[in-house]
Nanobody, 121 residues
Framework: QVQLVESGGGLVQPGGSLRLSCAAS????????MGWYRQAPGKQRELVAT???????DYLDFVKGRFTISRDNAKNTVYLQMNSLKPEDTAVYYCKMVVRTISRIVWTDYWGQGTQVAISS
């Protein structure tokens, strides 16, 4: 069993910054890719950023240059630094990790519970 716990969401003004964290715990053998997704009201969930085990990253075009994803493998944690926030960034943000547990040899997706990010003046 693996649990992902997110933190760092909140309400900020346009142009502000937030840092999201997502820590995994449980019977973890290895973690491959980590990522952040978001879902705005009435919209489908979309991929915001990913980081592979080797450190390579990929971003949604809309957030390039403003958001930075990083990971701490020793802590099984992924971060999302969000700068120059815009009202369009308002959404529930979810982390996802591709995990191999101690008891299973297959890679499985695990999701966090979501954290609300609201950008408003």
């Amino acid at each position: 069993q693996v649990q992902l716990v997110e933190s760092g969401g909140g309400l900020v003004q346009p142009g502000g910054s937030l840092r999201l964290s997502c820590a995994a715990s449980g019977s973890i053998f290895s973690i491959n890719a980590m990522g952040w997704y978001r879902q705005a009201p009435g919209k489908q969930r979309e991929l915001v950023a990913t980081i592979k085990s080797g450190g390579s990253t990929d971003y949604l075009d809309f957030v390039k240059g403003r958001f930075t994803i990083s990971r701490d493998n020793a802590k099984n944690t992924v971060y999302l630094q969000m700068n120059s926030l815009k009202p369009e960034d308002t959404a529930v943000y979810y982390c996802k990790m591709v995990v191999r547990t101690i008891s299973r040899i297959v890679w499985t997706d695990y999701w966090g519970q979501g954290t609300q990010v609201a950008i408003s003046s």
